[in-house]
């Protein structure tokens, strides 16, 4: 493991567990000063101890991605706590109300609001309140978790489709404006992950149909989120701005 990131401020949003957890403990292997804000502040606890013995510092803030106020708290708890801000991953997602997502006759208008709310809405504020003391620094780097959902049709989860759609525009929004100012933006669209959470609400049977859908050896982990969030933070990413970066071993293939 490299030490690409020592030193470095990243604030990750939402991140006590699943992919965003994975992704606190990689960057924190690679040196770096992590705020991890979450609503669940035990868990945003648990983690940070799970950092101790690592070369990176953790610092635990619990927030309300959709509170602006509470989301300009945890920006302020991080900058006072580490001194600045380097960078960004913001990763929240409102996992109940995805489950009630399905499709444009049969979901609630307060589902559609409140996926759009947190997934969208959630991660413009973490951006607003973010990047001015990046910009102190000179710069840095923003990296929104998005899915391949937001590129592609489905029948189902039709706010949460569109919730990613929505991100990945704020994210090419973020890297056209502000790059010259130092600023780049990415996302990481993830595809088929086996997450705890996705692991304890299915089936195996469910599970191995739909890895037999993936071209490859496996169904995706964390660790492999993980491993290219923590490149984009990186200085060995600095010429990737304005990015959907998907990492889904296949199943989603971009032509031309």
């Known amino acids: 493991m490299s030490a690409s990131l020592s030193g470095k401020v990243i604030l990750c949003a939402g991140s006590a567990t699943g992919i965003g957890a994975e992704c606190?403990?990689?960057?924190?292997?690679?040196?770096?000063h992590l705020v991890v804000g979450d609503l669940n502040l035990d868990a945003a606890q648990s983690l940070v101890d799970k950092i101790e013995g690592l070369p990176g510092e953790g610092h635990a803030v619990q927030f309300d991605i959709s509170d602006p106020d509470s989301v300009k708290g945890l920006v302020e708890s991080g900058v006072r706590h580490f001194g600045?801000?380097?960078g960004m991953h913001i990763n929240a997602t409102d996992r109940l109300r995805n489950r009630e997502d399905?499709?444009?006759l049969s979901t609630e208008l307060d589902v559609f609001d409140r996926v759009l709310l947190v997934s969208l809405r959630g991660h413009l504020l973490c951006a607003r309140a973010g990047?001015?003391?990046?910009l102190k620094r000179g710069g840095?780097?923003?990296v929104f978790t998005s899915s391949d959902s937001g590129k592609t049709p489905a029948n189902v989860r039709m706010s949460y489709s569109i919730a990613k759609a929505g991100l990945n525009a704020l994210m090419r929004h973020v890297a056209f404006r502000y790059g010259r100012e130092g600023?780049?933006?990415?996302?990481?669209s993830?595809?088929?992950?086996?997450?705890?959470?996705?692991?304890?609400?299915?089936?195996?049977e469910e599970r191995q149909q739909l890895a037999a859908g993936v071209p490859s050896t496996r169904p995706g982990t964390p660790e492999d989120i993980a491993g290219v969030v923590a490149f984009l933070m990186s200085q060995d990413a600095r010429y990737i701005n304005g990015q959907a970066i998907s990492v889904n071993g296949g199943k989603v293939m971009a032509i031309g």
């Open 24 to 32: 606190v403990l990689r960057m924190a292997a690679e040196g770096a």
């Open 84 to 86: 600045g801000l380097d």
């Open 102 to 104: 399905f499709d444009l």
């Open 131 to 134: 990047l001015p003391e990046m």
């Open 140 to 142: 840095g780097s923003i």
């Open 183 to 188: 600023i780049r933006a990415n996302c990481v």
């Open 190 to 204: 993830p595809g088929l992950v086996f997450t705890d959470a996705m692991i304890g609400n299915t089936t195996e």
